[in-house]
Protein backbone atom coordinates (compact mmCIF):
# COMPACT_ATOMS: atom_id res chain seq x y z
CA UNK A 1 0.00 0.00 0.00
CA UNK A 2 1.20 3.28 -0.74
CA UNK A 3 1.23 6.36 1.63
CA UNK A 4 -0.38 9.63 1.01
CA UNK A 5 1.72 12.11 -0.50
CA UNK A 6 3.52 14.42 1.75
CA UNK A 7 1.91 17.38 0.28
CA UNK A 8 -1.35 15.66 1.20
CA UNK A 9 -1.44 15.70 4.51
CA UNK A 10 -2.24 19.16 4.85
CA UNK A 11 -4.95 18.70 3.03
CA UNK A 12 -6.23 16.15 4.73
CA UNK A 13 -6.43 18.34 8.04
CA UNK A 14 -8.10 21.28 6.03
CA UNK A 15 -10.68 18.50 5.02
CA UNK A 16 -11.20 17.29 8.62
CA UNK A 17 -11.53 21.31 9.80
CA UNK A 18 -13.70 21.95 6.94
CA UNK A 19 -16.14 19.01 7.40
CA UNK A 20 -16.75 20.35 11.17
CA UNK A 21 -16.90 24.22 9.92
CA UNK A 22 -19.58 22.90 7.51
CA UNK A 23 -21.64 21.02 10.19
CA UNK A 24 -21.34 23.82 12.28
CA UNK A 25 -22.84 26.37 9.89
CA UNK A 26 -25.61 23.56 8.66
CA UNK A 27 -26.73 22.53 12.53
CA UNK A 28 -27.94 26.85 12.57
CA UNK A 29 -30.69 25.20 10.49
CA UNK A 30 -30.85 21.29 10.54
CA UNK A 31 -31.34 19.51 14.03
CA UNK A 32 -30.59 15.92 14.28
CA UNK A 33 -30.30 13.96 11.47
CA UNK A 34 -26.65 13.94 12.05
CA UNK A 35 -26.10 10.54 10.08
CA UNK A 36 -27.62 11.90 7.23
CA UNK A 37 -25.42 15.08 7.18
CA UNK A 38 -22.23 12.66 7.47
CA UNK A 39 -24.06 10.38 4.52
CA UNK A 40 -24.59 13.55 2.38
CA UNK A 41 -21.14 15.41 3.04
CA UNK A 42 -19.30 11.99 2.31
CA UNK A 43 -20.83 11.71 -1.73
CA UNK A 44 -20.11 15.51 -2.02
CA UNK A 45 -16.17 15.09 -1.45
CA UNK A 46 -16.41 11.50 -3.45
CA UNK A 47 -18.20 13.17 -6.54
CA UNK A 48 -21.06 11.25 -5.96
CA UNK A 49 -25.12 11.93 -6.39
CA UNK A 50 -27.67 11.00 -3.38
CA UNK A 51 -31.18 9.77 -4.07
CA UNK A 52 -33.19 10.96 -0.80
CA UNK A 53 -36.44 8.73 0.36
CA UNK A 54 -38.63 9.98 3.00
CA UNK A 55 -41.79 11.33 3.21
CA UNK A 56 -42.81 14.88 3.20
CA UNK A 57 -41.48 17.58 5.91
CA UNK A 58 -38.25 16.47 6.84
CA UNK A 59 -36.70 18.87 5.58
CA UNK A 60 -35.07 17.52 2.83
CA UNK A 61 -35.55 20.96 0.70
CA UNK A 62 -34.02 23.24 3.43
CA UNK A 63 -31.06 20.31 3.68
CA UNK A 64 -30.13 20.82 0.16
CA UNK A 65 -30.40 24.68 -0.16
CA UNK A 66 -28.54 25.20 3.31
CA UNK A 67 -25.39 22.96 1.91
CA UNK A 68 -25.09 24.83 -0.94
CA UNK A 69 -25.08 28.37 0.92
CA UNK A 70 -22.28 26.69 3.08
CA UNK A 71 -20.11 25.89 -0.32
CA UNK A 72 -21.23 29.07 -1.30
CA UNK A 73 -22.37 27.27 -4.58
CA UNK A 74 -25.41 28.18 -7.13
CA UNK A 75 -28.40 25.62 -5.89
CA UNK A 76 -31.44 25.32 -8.17
CA UNK A 77 -34.45 23.43 -7.26
CA UNK A 78 -37.06 21.69 -9.58
CA UNK A 79 -40.39 20.05 -8.95
CA UNK A 80 -40.25 17.76 -11.28
CA UNK A 81 -44.44 16.41 -12.70
CA UNK A 82 -45.79 14.08 -15.00
CA UNK A 83 -45.58 17.08 -17.91
CA UNK A 84 -42.23 18.11 -17.73
CA UNK A 85 -40.09 17.64 -20.82
CA UNK A 86 -36.36 17.17 -20.87
CA UNK A 87 -35.86 20.65 -22.36
CA UNK A 88 -37.33 21.77 -18.81
CA UNK A 89 -34.43 20.74 -17.45
CA UNK A 90 -31.80 21.06 -19.70
CA UNK A 91 -32.74 24.29 -21.73
CA UNK A 92 -34.12 24.77 -25.08
CA UNK A 93 -33.03 27.14 -28.51
CA UNK A 94 -34.84 30.06 -29.23
CA UNK A 95 -35.00 32.02 -31.84
CA UNK A 96 -33.94 35.71 -31.31
CA UNK A 97 -33.15 38.59 -33.85
CA UNK A 98 -30.12 40.25 -33.29
CA UNK A 99 -30.12 44.03 -33.07
CA UNK A 100 -27.79 45.08 -34.57
CA UNK A 101 -28.11 43.27 -37.98
CA UNK A 102 -31.62 42.46 -37.81
CA UNK A 103 -30.79 38.57 -38.19
CA UNK A 104 -32.81 36.18 -36.59
CA UNK A 105 -30.52 33.06 -34.91
CA UNK A 106 -31.18 30.53 -32.54
CA UNK A 107 -29.48 30.87 -28.94
CA UNK A 108 -29.51 28.25 -26.62
CA UNK A 109 -31.31 29.54 -22.93
CA UNK A 110 -29.84 27.02 -20.51
CA UNK A 111 -32.00 25.29 -18.07
CA UNK A 112 -31.62 24.71 -14.54
CA UNK A 113 -29.22 21.86 -15.15
CA UNK A 114 -26.48 24.38 -15.17
CA UNK A 115 -26.38 24.88 -11.35
CA UNK A 116 -23.88 23.61 -9.05
CA UNK A 117 -26.07 21.75 -6.71
CA UNK A 118 -29.34 20.55 -8.32
CA UNK A 119 -32.47 19.57 -5.68
CA UNK A 120 -34.59 16.72 -8.06
CA UNK A 121 -37.91 16.84 -5.97
CA UNK A 122 -40.05 13.88 -6.43
CA UNK A 123 -37.66 12.42 -9.83
CA UNK A 124 -40.12 9.70 -9.95
CA UNK A 125 -43.28 11.83 -10.93
CA UNK A 126 -41.55 12.94 -14.23
CA UNK A 127 -41.67 10.76 -17.37
CA UNK A 128 -38.65 8.43 -18.23
CA UNK A 129 -37.65 10.81 -21.51
CA UNK A 130 -36.88 13.52 -18.86
CA UNK A 131 -35.62 10.75 -16.33
CA UNK A 132 -33.27 9.83 -19.31
CA UNK A 133 -32.01 13.85 -19.75
CA UNK A 134 -31.10 13.78 -16.14
CA UNK A 135 -29.23 10.43 -16.43
CA UNK A 136 -26.72 12.03 -19.18
CA UNK A 137 -26.09 14.61 -16.81
CA UNK A 138 -25.30 12.92 -14.23
CA UNK A 139 -23.11 10.66 -15.75
CA UNK A 140 -21.47 12.42 -18.58
CA UNK A 141 -21.72 16.08 -16.96
CA UNK A 142 -23.09 17.19 -20.22
CA UNK A 143 -26.48 17.67 -21.68
CA UNK A 144 -27.20 17.31 -25.56
CA UNK A 145 -29.92 20.09 -27.05
CA UNK A 146 -30.30 19.40 -31.05
CA UNK A 147 -27.20 18.72 -32.05
CA UNK A 148 -24.85 20.66 -29.73
CA UNK A 149 -23.44 19.24 -26.59
CA UNK A 150 -23.09 21.61 -23.86
CA UNK A 151 -20.89 20.87 -20.33
CA UNK A 152 -21.90 21.60 -17.08
CA UNK A 153 -20.58 23.56 -14.08
CA UNK A 154 -17.83 22.01 -12.01
CA UNK A 155 -18.38 21.15 -9.04
CA UNK A 156 -21.90 19.28 -10.14
CA UNK A 157 -24.41 17.24 -7.65
CA UNK A 158 -27.79 16.25 -7.84
CA UNK A 159 -29.74 15.57 -4.93
CA UNK A 160 -33.05 14.18 -5.56
CA UNK A 161 -35.79 13.24 -3.89
CA UNK A 162 -38.89 10.48 -3.87
CA UNK A 163 -42.16 10.01 -1.55
CA UNK A 164 -42.78 6.07 -0.41
CA UNK A 165 -45.82 6.86 0.40
CA UNK A 166 -47.66 8.13 -2.94
CA UNK A 167 -47.05 6.18 -6.00
CA UNK A 168 -49.62 6.41 -8.17
CA UNK A 169 -49.00 8.80 -11.00
CA UNK A 170 -45.22 7.62 -10.88
CA UNK A 171 -42.76 6.46 -12.70
CA UNK A 172 -40.27 4.38 -10.86
CA UNK A 173 -36.42 5.13 -11.60
CA UNK A 174 -35.41 2.22 -13.81
CA UNK A 175 -32.16 0.20 -12.80
CA UNK A 176 -29.20 2.04 -14.87
CA UNK A 177 -30.70 5.57 -13.13
CA UNK A 178 -30.87 4.35 -9.83
CA UNK A 179 -27.42 2.66 -10.46
CA UNK A 180 -26.15 6.68 -11.24
CA UNK A 181 -26.83 7.33 -7.28
CA UNK A 182 -24.07 6.81 -5.27
CA UNK A 183 -26.00 6.89 -2.02
CA UNK A 184 -30.07 6.24 -1.51
CA UNK A 185 -30.11 7.28 1.72
CA UNK A 186 -33.51 6.52 3.75
CA UNK A 187 -34.90 9.67 6.08
CA UNK A 188 -36.26 8.42 9.15
CA UNK A 189 -38.62 10.84 11.83
CA UNK A 190 -36.52 12.76 13.68
CA UNK A 191 -36.43 11.94 17.52
CA UNK A 192 -38.39 12.68 20.40
CA UNK A 193 -35.90 15.38 21.63
CA UNK A 194 -35.05 16.62 17.69
CA UNK A 195 -38.51 17.13 17.57
CA UNK A 196 -38.98 19.44 20.64
CA UNK A 197 -36.28 21.77 19.56
CA UNK A 198 -37.39 21.60 16.11
CA UNK A 199 -40.73 22.84 16.73
CA UNK A 200 -39.34 25.15 19.64
CA UNK A 201 -37.11 26.62 16.92
CA UNK A 202 -39.50 26.83 13.98
CA UNK A 203 -42.45 28.82 15.51
CA UNK A 204 -40.15 31.15 17.43
CA UNK A 205 -37.40 33.52 16.46
CA UNK A 206 -36.33 31.82 12.73
CA UNK A 207 -33.79 29.67 12.01
CA UNK A 208 -29.69 30.46 12.23
CA UNK A 209 -27.81 32.27 8.90
CA UNK A 210 -25.60 30.04 7.43
CA UNK A 211 -22.29 31.27 6.19
CA UNK A 212 -20.17 29.98 3.41
CA UNK A 213 -17.62 28.17 4.65
CA UNK A 214 -16.00 26.47 1.47
CA UNK A 215 -16.13 27.25 -2.17
CA UNK A 216 -16.64 25.10 -5.28
CA UNK A 217 -12.89 25.24 -5.59
CA UNK A 218 -12.02 23.87 -2.67
CA UNK A 219 -14.73 20.66 -3.33
CA UNK A 220 -12.81 20.06 -6.68
CA UNK A 221 -9.54 20.38 -4.51
CA UNK A 222 -10.95 17.77 -2.09
CA UNK A 223 -12.46 15.29 -4.74
CA UNK A 224 -9.10 14.98 -5.99
CA UNK A 225 -7.52 14.41 -2.34
CA UNK A 226 -9.99 11.48 -2.09
CA UNK A 227 -8.80 9.47 -4.69
CA UNK A 228 -5.62 9.63 -3.36
CA UNK A 229 -6.64 8.24 -0.27
CA UNK A 230 -4.61 5.06 0.56
CA UNK A 231 -6.69 1.90 0.77
CA UNK A 232 -4.81 -1.41 1.88
CA UNK A 233 -4.82 -4.60 -0.22
CA UNK A 234 -7.44 -6.39 2.64
CA UNK A 235 -9.57 -3.51 2.55
CA UNK A 236 -9.82 -3.62 -1.22
CA UNK A 237 -10.12 -7.70 -0.43
CA UNK A 238 -13.11 -6.63 1.77
CA UNK A 239 -15.12 -4.92 -0.84
CA UNK A 240 -14.53 -7.64 -3.13
CA UNK A 241 -16.06 -10.46 -0.73
CA UNK A 242 -19.13 -8.02 -0.20
CA UNK A 243 -19.62 -7.43 -3.61
CA UNK A 244 -19.26 -11.17 -4.40
CA UNK A 245 -21.34 -12.02 -1.87
CA UNK A 246 -24.67 -10.66 -3.12
CA UNK A 247 -24.62 -12.42 -6.24
CA UNK A 248 -27.21 -15.61 -5.67
CA UNK A 249 -25.73 -18.14 -7.93
CA UNK A 250 -22.37 -17.85 -7.77
CA UNK A 251 -20.62 -20.71 -5.58
CA UNK A 252 -19.91 -19.54 -1.90
CA UNK A 253 -22.67 -17.76 -1.47
CA UNK A 254 -24.33 -17.68 2.04
CA UNK A 255 -27.75 -20.02 1.62
CA UNK A 256 -29.23 -16.53 3.12
CA UNK A 257 -28.52 -14.53 -0.07
CA UNK A 258 -29.43 -17.39 -2.56
CA UNK A 259 -32.74 -17.76 -0.60
CA UNK A 260 -33.28 -13.92 -0.90
CA UNK A 261 -31.77 -12.32 -3.69
CA UNK A 262 -32.60 -12.38 -7.17
CA UNK A 263 -30.11 -10.08 -8.30
CA UNK A 264 -26.84 -8.75 -7.12
CA UNK A 265 -24.30 -5.92 -6.90
CA UNK A 266 -22.31 -4.64 -9.80
CA UNK A 267 -19.01 -3.11 -10.03
CA UNK A 268 -19.81 0.60 -9.72
CA UNK A 269 -21.07 -0.84 -6.45
CA UNK A 270 -17.51 -1.89 -5.37
CA UNK A 271 -15.96 1.56 -7.09
CA UNK A 272 -18.39 3.49 -4.90
CA UNK A 273 -17.61 1.06 -1.06
CA UNK A 274 -14.13 2.34 -2.23
CA UNK A 275 -14.74 6.37 -2.70
CA UNK A 276 -17.35 6.23 -0.09
CA UNK A 277 -14.46 4.50 2.15
CA UNK A 278 -12.16 6.89 1.43
CA UNK A 279 -14.33 10.08 1.70
CA UNK A 280 -15.47 9.36 4.50
CA UNK A 281 -11.56 8.44 6.10
CA UNK A 282 -10.43 12.19 4.80
CA UNK A 283 -13.38 13.87 6.31
CA UNK A 284 -12.42 12.45 9.48
CA UNK A 285 -8.22 13.37 9.32
CA UNK A 286 -7.89 9.93 8.76
CA UNK A 287 -4.47 8.83 6.37
CA UNK A 288 -6.00 5.96 4.97
CA UNK A 289 -9.59 4.18 4.74
CA UNK A 290 -10.63 1.49 6.70
CA UNK A 291 -12.91 -1.88 6.90
CA UNK A 292 -15.11 0.51 9.40
CA UNK A 293 -15.57 3.41 6.46
CA UNK A 294 -16.70 0.63 3.98
CA UNK A 295 -19.17 -0.54 6.50
CA UNK A 296 -20.29 2.71 6.96
CA UNK A 297 -21.02 3.88 3.64
CA UNK A 298 -22.09 -0.16 3.26
CA UNK A 299 -26.09 0.22 3.23
CA UNK A 300 -26.21 3.67 0.64
CA UNK A 301 -24.34 1.93 -1.44
CA UNK A 302 -26.03 -1.17 -1.93
CA UNK A 303 -29.34 -1.12 -0.73
CA UNK A 304 -30.53 0.23 -4.40
CA UNK A 305 -28.19 -2.32 -6.29
CA UNK A 306 -29.07 -5.48 -5.14
CA UNK A 307 -32.30 -6.73 -5.60
CA UNK A 308 -34.52 -9.63 -3.92
CA UNK A 309 -36.72 -12.26 -5.09
CA UNK A 310 -40.46 -13.11 -4.30
CA UNK A 311 -40.11 -15.04 -1.83
CA UNK A 312 -38.06 -12.33 0.20
CA UNK A 313 -41.12 -9.88 -0.91
CA UNK A 314 -43.59 -12.96 0.46
CA UNK A 315 -41.64 -13.30 3.62
CA UNK A 316 -40.93 -9.38 4.10
CA UNK A 317 -37.12 -9.65 3.75
CA UNK A 318 -35.91 -5.61 2.70
CA UNK A 319 -32.37 -5.04 1.34
CA UNK A 320 -31.21 -3.41 4.59
CA UNK A 321 -31.44 -6.71 6.27
CA UNK A 322 -29.70 -8.55 3.81
CA UNK A 323 -26.69 -6.08 4.19
CA UNK A 324 -26.84 -6.67 7.91
CA UNK A 325 -26.79 -10.23 7.24
CA UNK A 326 -23.29 -9.50 4.77
CA UNK A 327 -21.91 -7.26 7.11
CA UNK A 328 -22.34 -10.14 10.22
CA UNK A 329 -20.93 -12.99 7.94
CA UNK A 330 -18.18 -11.27 6.45
CA UNK A 331 -15.47 -10.31 8.86
CA UNK A 332 -12.23 -8.68 7.72
CA UNK A 333 -9.00 -10.38 7.53
CA UNK A 334 -8.07 -8.97 11.25
CA UNK A 335 -11.64 -10.06 12.74
CA UNK A 336 -10.66 -13.68 10.87
CA UNK A 337 -7.29 -13.53 12.93
CA UNK A 338 -8.82 -12.78 16.45
CA UNK A 339 -11.97 -15.76 15.69
CA UNK A 340 -8.97 -18.07 14.90
Given at each position: ??????????????????????????????????????????????????????????AKTLLVSTLAKTLDMNFKRVQFTPDMMPSDITGTEVLQEDKETGQKQFVFVRGPLFTNLILADEINRTPPKTQAALL????????????????????????????????????????????????????DYPKFDELKEIVKQTTAGGLGDPQPVLNGEDVMTFRQIVRRVPMSDHVLDYIARINVA??????????FCKKYLGWGAGPRAGQYLALGAKSRALLRGQMQATVEDVRAVAHCVLRHRIFTNFTAQAEGIETDQIIDHLLEKIPAESEKVKAA
Open positions: MSEIPANDLAMVEKAREGREKLLTEIRKVIIGQEELLDQVLVALFAGGHVLLIGVPGLEAMQEKQVSVGKQTYKLKEPFMVMATQNPIEQEGTYPLPEAQMDRFMFNIYLTHPNREGTSE
